[in-house]
DNA sequence: GGCTTCCCATATGACATCTATGGGAAGGAG
DNA sequence: CTCCTTCCCATAGATGTCATATGGGAAGCC
């Protein structure tokens, strides 16, 4: 069993949008998703889980309405919005740009040309 | 001229240690040398820097002393630790992890085998 | 009826980063 | 030598995300 890793601050709302990227799914759907997904190395606390899920449904990336779950409970079922969507894939090309950058300089010295002084 | 991107944070710390790889260097010298290595793209703010520095150095990651700069001001020298340089190693690998499980996850779908429910 | 499970929710705290601000010390202009 | 600018360090306050701790409501089971 792989040990779970902190999450990075600002990635967690694009493992929600992914989560939520087929269809609807409660809160406890988007955390057992994430805890498939990455073999259990990224883990979503509850307390983390449901202000995320409120902060993106007020700014909405994602709406909601009451349902029954699978097992017969009460449960908010959340939905990307069309809006919720597209600042994924924008969310996601930052992401990947600044990742790039990173690897350029940790790894292999600079993004440009310069070493030393 | 590229607009430069906020900080993801936790990637600070490992951006410092970078910076002092090959000689000891003064605050200011490590910002400028962000800025230089990233074209631009990542800048890190006095108030953001010179907390982290005291933190790296409190955690026996980077020691300093004063001297002077190449401008003849007085300056703060900062240098690795052997054991700021063992961690960044360690965190480095804990960096690529994540953004591999980031990058297979979002962009992919799956870590695994999962789709839908 | 009491216990357990499922799902939602908030309060509290920790912490990193940004913004704003200021100070000391050296150099240059006049 | 005085004023102004530049260089470098430093801290206070605000912001926002994530972790921890806690609890509650509702369904199902014994």
């Known amino acids: 069993m792989p040990e779970s890793t902190a999450l990075v601050k600002g990635t967690l709302d694009m493992l ?3 989560a939520l ?3 609807p799914t409660h809160g406890a759907g988007v955390a057992e998703w994430m805890r498939l997904v ?3 190395t990224l883990r979503v ?3 983390t889980l449901y202000p995320a899920l409120r902060r993106l449904e007020a700014r ?3 709406e ?3 349902g029954a779950s699978e097992r017969h409970r009460k449960a908010r079922y ?3 919005t069309p809006k919720g969507r597209e600042w994924f894939w924008t969310e996601l090309d930052k992401w990947e740009r600044y990742v790039d950058t990173m690897n350029r300089v940790l790894r292999y010295g600079t993004a440009g040309s ?3 002084r």
Chains 1, 2 share one sequence.
């Open 21 to 23: 990227r087929w269809e």
């Open 64 to 66: 909601s309405e009451w």
């Open 45 to 47: 606390e509850e307390g």
């Open 60 to 62: 909405g990336m994602i």
């Open 78 to 80: 959340y939905q990307l």
């Open 38 to 40: 990455t073999n259990g």
């Open 114 to 116: 310069i070493r030393g």
């Open 16 to 18: 929600i949008l992914r």
